[in-house]
């Protein structure tokens, strides 16, 4: 099982503390860190057992959270691009920062695009004008509102999948 602490979806904060006690709780394997604050991360890799996954919950910090000694990311961006996502997470494992810092600068448009509004609405319009499926969305959700998506289109174009 992994941990979800994304405070902005479900408004509360899973400290370090915390997290630390329910990584000694073995099918605990990890946790998706959407909390936006790299001090948290750095005590959450810091007091929590050896071989606990930290992975990124909010792909702008994928980058910076893997320096710190975070495993990956649980991705928005990477069912849009997710070969320069994959790439770039891979190098930065590696230690290859200069080839993960260029894709992290490519991607960043969509990073901030793709959260135009609610998930998953920006990313299922971005798949649609790819051509890679229906604009579908199911109630309460609504398809993408028209002042977002030429935002959304030049990001597509910005990182090269469109």
Known sequence: QILYNIPGRTSINMLPTTVSRLSEIQNIIGIKE???????????????????????????????????????????????????????????????????RLLHYKLSPLFGALFLEINPIPVKAALAMMGKMSEEIRLPLTPLAQEFRPALQKALQQAGVL
């Open 34 to 100: 959407g909390s936006g604050s790299l001090q948290q991360v750095s005590e959450i890799i810091q007091q929590s057992r050896p071989g606990f996954l930290v992975l990124s919950g909010d792909d702008p910090l994928t980058l910076p959270m893997i320096a710190l000694g975070g495993k990956g990311v649980i991705t928005v961006t990477a069912n849009v691009a997710p070969t320069d996502m994959a790439t770039m997470v891979n190098a930065a494992l590696k230690g290859d920062y200069e080839t993960a």
